[in-house]
């Protein structure tokens, strides 16, 4: 028997009345698509803690569960959000309390549910609060809340709403009530319904948990790069100065970086939200002469560790950074973005591109992907790499100071343990969990080999960039690839012969073949290399010097007889220049007795100190170079892969 696969037009129109007559008897009869409907008043804090109350509809069965995640996308780590969640109450519609049962940290089990009228409960922030039951983990700051009353109020909402069983997809509203001259700096839609009230709404659970607010007094900035209006807000913990004027420069630069990679950007608008910790104190402690280490280790037992970064979300990214004072705030700000570039980078993968276990999280009994590969390591080699092409760095930099530094940290997993797919899949365990940093070092170092592998076997057709935007296309933010099958789907876009790459040094534990790749690119790889080098011109230098606590500075604090350079005490040097001063073009030291100059910030302004390089003997680990001579078809992959073109005359 065959079924039609049309109706009738008769058909048609009967389906139509009969749709409009169940719509029109639902009206009158009151029943109304269910929604969340949350109520906050920020007005009302109590002790860093604030009340939140859920209006809700009745349900049929007598027990129903509310949850607080386990875990959110993106952090890789247990949070357990209900450990925050005091004084959890369920009110029927005489508001008589309703029972409720607690078995574990995020779960509470509602009695009498058919008789469910609303909810309420009060948020402890995860900044601050000793959680309910300890726990091995914090939340990250980065996906955690924070309330500072009267100065500002950080929600990521795992820590503030929670979900009935079941319930994930039902739409969300959240009205509220905030401090005069108070506003929402976030990617969700809002509509300001009273003086101070101001509604905001998702479309369901998953986009509430992938979008960050943060209450304070305006600091906003917008701006339009292509097709995207981009939003930057700011907010700090005891500075009440303007911050976007001085983050503007370096986002816009990240963001224009990545049109450049892109084209476009795949969303019509995008908010940057930057919330500065004060660690001034601690930037004071580093200038100090003496017992620096033991007044930084008295600090930290009392602060803790600051800690920073950022947590990326489709529409929106959520900052947290330490200020350590105003001697080191303009360089933060030029170190936010390449953080920035990485954050934005994740709107391709994983928020437009991955498996159904990102795709389809389960907030309470997670199941991680084995792809951190693709997720983390792409994402992270593509930020550096979109840096290099667009000319933020040098070929130099990006060769012989970026990726020579992941490759260096990468050769540090334990390989003959695990594989990169093993790691990812158990990366809650904690045996696991202590190589998960290594997503951003071996793997944005076997993204590099991967794409290499890809330009080769192509011919130049095609690299990495090509096949992930592919596979974007293909899928979406909404349409999950399939965990076990991707690499196969995405070997079949390139060639045959890269399933040996992935089934080698992906997912089986062989060594990275570093100089077999490289090769392809015309640069060579040594792992271990003796040889004569020039001093480092402070390490091998007749000076002391203060520990560097942001990016590559450092400060002389001692300068002895032997010193070739030229310090005085209280000059201020980037640690990190020894390959723009010593390495040529290819690689090579520049000859012993060449003059070098080298800049320093001398009392707030820069001198230029020339001196003449001397030579040490020294092992190398990790070294490379070009060879001296490279063929047309090395010189037409390396255009390939860091141009992204095809080299004119090549």
């Known amino acids: 028997m065959k079924i039609a696969k049309h109706v009738f037009p008769y058909q048609q129109w009967f389906s139509r009345i009969v749709i409009a007559i169940a719509?029109?008897?639902?009206?009158l009869l009151g029943i109304e698509t269910p929604v969340y409907h949350y109520s906050v008043d920020l007005t009302r804090i109590v002790d860093d803690r604030f009340e939140v109350k859920l209006s809700c509809a009745e349900f049929a069965s007598d027990k129903v569960i509310f949850y607080f995640p386990k875990i959110v996308p993106g952090t890789y780590q247990i949070s357990d959000f209900g450990r925050y969640i005091k004084n959890f109450k369920a009110y029927d519609q005489l508001d008589k309390i309703l029972p409720v049962a607690h078995p574990d940290c995020n779960t509470f089990i509602i009695e009498q549910s058919s008789r469910l009228s609303s909810i309420s409960y009060w948020v402890d922030d995860t900044w601050d609060a000793?959680?309910?039951?300890?726990g091995r983990h914090k939340p990250w700051p980065m996906s955690g809340t924070n309330t500072q009353a009267s100065r500002s109020y950080i929600w990521n909402a795992g820590g503030v709403f929670g979900f009935f069983a079941g319930q994930l997809d039902v739409p969300v509203e959240i009205e509220v009530n905030l401090p005069e001259n108070f506003y929402g700096v976030t990617a969700l839609p809002q509509v300001k319904i009273s003086n101070n009230t101001y509604l905001f709404k998702a479309s369901n659970y998953r986009q509430l948990i992938d979008s960050p607010i943060m209450f304070t007094p305006p600091d906003t900035l917008s701006l339009t790069v292509k097709n995207t209006k981009i939003l930057i807000g700011a907010a700090h913990e005891?500075?009440?100065?303007h911050l976007?004027?001085?983050l503007q420069p370096s986002l816009s630069t990240a963001v224009e970086a990545v049109v450049t990679f892109l084209d476009t950007l795949p969303t019509d608008h995008y908010t940057f939200i930057y919330y500065f910790t004060d660690e001034h104190r601690l930037g004071g402690i580093v200038t100090q002469k003496h017992f620096v280490i033991l007044k930084m280790l008295a600090y930290f037992i009392k602060n803790g560790l600051p800690v920073g970064g950022g947590l990326e979300h489709r529409q929106s990214s959520f900052y947290t950074l330490p200020d350590l004072g105003p001697n080191y705030f303009d360089r933060l700000c030029q170190l936010n973005s390449e953080i920035a570039i990485h954050e934005f980078m994740h709107i391709i993968t994983p928020l437009g591109l991955h498996s159904e276990l990102i795709g389809e999280i389960d907030f309470i009994t997670p199941k991680m992907s084995k792809h951190l590969w693709l997720y983390e390591g792409v994402t992270e080699y593509f930020a550096q790499l979109i840096r290099v092409r667009s000319r933020l760095i040098?070929?130099?930099?990006?060769?012989f100071k970026v990726m020579r530094?992941?490759?260096k940290s990468g050769e540090r997993f334990p390989n003959e343990k695990m594989s990169f797919t093993e790691m990812s899949a158990n990366v809650l365990k904690k045996k696991y969990q202590v190589q998960f940093l290594q997503v951003y070092q071996r793997g944005a170092a076997m993204a590099m080999l991967l794409d290499l592998e890809i330009i080769r076997l192509t011919n130049g057709k095609k690299c990495l960039a090509d096949v992930i935007l592919e596979l974007a296309r293909k899928y979406s933010p909404d349409n999950?690839?399939?965990?076990?099958?991707?690499?196969?789907e995405f070997v079949d876009l390139v060639h045959p012969d890269l399933r040996q790459f992935?089934?080698?040094?992906?997912?089986g534990r062989a060594e990275l073949p570093y100089a077999d790749i490289l090769k392809t690119v015309g640069i060579e790889y040594l792992p271990r290399l003796k040889e004569r080098c020039p001093r480092h011109y402070v390490a091998d230098n007749d000076v002391k010097r203060q520990l560097g606590i942001i990016d590559d500075f450092t400060q002389i604090t001692h300068v002895g007889k032997r010193d070739f350079v030229g310090f005085k005490e209280g000059d201020i040097v980037n640690m990190n220049l020894y390959h723009q001063l010593y390495l040529d073009s290819l690689g090579n030291y520049i000859p012993e007795y060449s003059t070098v100059t080298l800049p320093v910030i001398r009392q707030k302004q820069t001198v230029y100190l020339p001196f003449k390089v001397k030579y040490i003997e020294k092992t190398t680990q990790y070294r490379l170079r070009f060879f001296p001579e490279r063929t047309a078809e090395q010189r037409f992959y390396y255009h390939i892969w860091l141009d992204g073109r095809k080299p004119v005359g090549i």
Do not use: H, M, Y
């Open 130 to 134: 000793r959680p309910a039951g300890g």
């Open 394 to 399: 040098s070929p130099q930099d990006f060769l």
């Open 23 to 27: 719509l029109w008897g639902a009206g």
């Open 244 to 246: 976007v004027q001085r």
């Open 480 to 488: 999950s690839f399939n965990e076990e099958t991707f690499i196969d």
């Open 502 to 507: 992935f089934t080698k040094f992906v997912e």
């Open 405 to 407: 530094s992941k490759i």
């Open 238 to 241: 005891s500075d009440s100065s």
